[in-house]
Nanobody, 128 residues
Framework: QVQLVESGGGSVQAGGSLRLSCAVS????????MGWFRQAPGLEREGVAF???????AYADSVKGRFTISQDNAKKILYLQMNSLKPEDTAMYYC??????????????????????WGQGTQVTVSS
């Protein structure tokens, strides 16, 4: 059984930082694309950062230069370091995984509907 469990959300002021973690267990494939999505109230879920089994990464323009996705393969944990946070980053953040070819492919083609494995989400709130 695949499980993804996020942690690390919270409330910060604009300009602050947070690091999200996603502990992964039971994932059956050696190749994968994993990513962080976010969803604000009334908006669609959007992918913001992706990493693949070759350690390549890809970012949405809205977070490029501020967010960094990484993974610890030994511990099977996915991270999202978020710096220079803005109020518009406020959302529920979800980690997701599936067997897609690359991080770039996931950013360009990987809608939320194309990912089969999801965590429960962690809330990030950025105040001005």
């Amino acid at each position: 059984q695949v499980q993804l469990v996020e942690s690390g959300g919270g409330s910060v002021q604009a300009g602050g930082s947070l690091r999200l973690s996603c502990a992964v267990s039971g994932y059956p494939y050696s190749s994968y694309c994993m990513g962080w999505f976010r969803q604000a109230p009334g908006l669609e879920r959007e992918g913001v950062a992706f990493i693949d089994s070759e350690d390549s990464t890809a970012y949405a323009d809205s977070v490029k230069g501020r967010f960094t996705i990484s993974q610890d393969n030994a511990k099977k944990i996915l991270y999202l370091q978020m710096n220079s946070l803005k109020p518009e980053d406020t959302a529920m953040y979800y980690c997701a995984a599936d067997r897609w070819p690359s991080a770039t492919w996931c950013l360009l083609h990987g809608s939320s509907a194309s990912f089969g494995f999801w965590g429960q989400g962690t809330q990030v709130t950025v105040s001005s």
